[in-house]
T-cell receptor, first 113, second 113 residues
Framework: GENVEQHPSTLSVQEGDSAVIKCTYSDSASNYFPWYKQELGKRPQLIIDIRSNVGEKKDQRIAVTLNKTAKHFSLHITETQPEDSAVYFCAAFSGGGADGLTFGKGTHLIIQP | DSGVTQTPKHLITATGQRVTLRCSPRSGDLSVYWYQQSLDQGLQFLIQYYNGEERAKGNILERFSAQQFPDLHSELNLSSLELGDSALYFC????????????FGPGTRLLVL
């Protein structure tokens, strides 16, 4: 089955700086890659997603890039703000009869004022 | 608010007992997914139902079962509970099956004593 690795596990950046979180996946059939933000005790909330026919997608301060050849994708957050502090999860969908998402272990993003 | 509802919010029970978690998907969504989130295992896909039929199975234990009713709400049944079953249980829904955006509910926190 699919395996998703996520790095780093913790990331501390100064407010206003950029943050980058990286994920790799194992199944070359995977074709959908969402990113979720989860605040303590709350539900995972979709922040951006990308499908395998696209290399990059941007939504205001958030962007995701996908390299299908290398099987990795990254989340970029620019001009970080205190409210960006949370745990971020990447995920991959490979289909093939298993329609659930395979998640990375999460990155705890800390924005230092 | 994602439009996905889950009840109860919290559940405390004893080992060996059986509980039922309930999920109502967003209006119009046909797919319901169940995920378990624990500190050691992270977010794991358990099972998916699509329009009343089981669609895919993930890492679901034999002690656990689920169903989706004609009104599309779903229930996750956990039996012979063990201490290690203590976790956050999320359901998510999507319009169809496949590489669709999944919206998560607020979760049910289960504590097995």
């Amino acid at each position: 089955g699919e395996n998703v690795e996520q790095h780093p596990s913790t990331l501390s950046v100064q407010e206003g700086d950029s943050a980058v979180i990286k994920c790799t996946y194992s199944d070359s059939a995977s074709n959908y890659f969402p990113w979720y933000k989860q605040e303590l005790g709350k539900r995972p909330q979709l922040i951006i997603d990308i499908r395998s026919n696209v290399g990059e997608k941007k939504d205001q301060r958030i962007a995701v890039t996908l390299n299908k050849t290398a099987k990795h994708f990254s989340l970029h957050i620019t001009e970080t703000q205190p409210e960006d502090s949370a745990v971020y999860f990447c995920a991959a969908f490979s289909g093939g009869g298993a329609d659930g998402l395979t998640f990375g272990k999460g990155t705890h993003l800390i924005i230092q004022p | 608010d994602s439009g996905v509802t889950q009840t109860p919010k919290h559940l405390i029970t004893a080992t060996g007992q059986r509980v039922t978690l309930r999920c109502s998907p967003r209006s119009g969504d046909l797919s319901v997914y169940w995920y378990q989130q624990s500190l050691d295992q992270g977010l794991q896909f358990l099972i998916q139902y699509y329009n009343g039929e089981e669609r895919a199975k993930g890492n679901i234990l034999e002690r656990f079962s689920a169903q989706q009713f004609p009104d599309l709400h779903s229930e996750l049944n956990l039996s012979s509970l063990e201490l290690g079953d203590s976790a956050l249980y999320f359901c998510a829904s999507s319009v169809r099956s496949g590489r669709e955006t999944q919206y998560f509910g607020p979760g049910t926190r289960l504590l097995v004593l």
